[in-house]
């Protein structure tokens, strides 16, 4: 759970609760890639997702599910 001030200080900056499940499913999906927040004058204007596919058919099938189906993925 996001402490209550962190979140307030978040949300002042343009930061919402969908940027933030964006970036915890990024985190469980990436093992090559980048994820950058691009601030413009104190305020969050724009999010760069960058992931690198793999080859596999296995961990394709898992990042996919994760992307289209909004499921739960685990390394």
Known sequence: MLDAQVWERL?????TEEHLRMLACALELQKNGSLA???AHGYLSQ????????????????ISDA???GANVRR
């Open 67 to 69: 992307v289209l189906d």
């Open 11 to 15: 949300e002042l900056h343009g930061v």
């Open 47 to 62: 999010c760069d997702l960058r992931l690198v596919m793999p080859s596999k058919s296995y961990e394709l099938s898992r």
């Open 37 to 39: 927040w691009h601030f």
